[in-house]
């Protein structure tokens, strides 16, 4: 069983820059894709990007390409998402996802953290 933790969240103003961390535990952290999504009140959960096992490839929502930035560290089992040019839209909470197979849809991702709240003020 895989255990995620993030952290780094807080308050920012537009135009601002936050980085996020998700450290893991359980399970071998290299087999998995890792993923972050973020769920805005009201709204249904919504991808932000993934990268590979190796770290080599990432893959980004239209919303956040150019801004966002994953990337990972497989000797310390951490994870983490520069967000840069922070918009009020960014608002949410952000989730760390672990899989063995990357999608877009929430729902086939296999371990989630507990989230981390991002608000930005405009």
């Known amino acids: 069983q895989v255990q995620l933790v993030e952290s780094g969240g807080g308050l920012v103003q537009a135009g601002g820059s936050l980085r996020l961390s998700c450290a893991a535990s359980?399970?071998?952290?290299?087999?998995?894709?890792m993923g972050w999504f973020r769920q805005a009140p009201g709204k249904e959960r919504e991808f932000v990007g993934r990268?590979?096992?190796?770290?080599?490839?990432?893959f980004y929502a239209d919303s956040v390409k150019g801004r966002f930035t994953i990337s990972r560290d497989n000797a310390k089992n951490t994870v983490h998402l520069q967000m840069n040019s922070l918009k009020p839209e960014d608002t949410a909470i952000y989730y760390c996802?672990?899989?063995?197979?990357?999608?877009?849809?929430?729902?086939?991702?296999?371990?989630w953290g507990q989230g981390t709240q991002v608000t930005v003020s405009s």
């Open positions: 359980g399970g071998t952290f290299s087999r998995n894709a």
């Open positions: 996802a672990a899989a063995f197979i990357a999608t877009m849809d929430w729902k086939y991702w296999d371990f």
């Open positions: 990268i590979s096992q190796s770290g080599s490839s990432t």
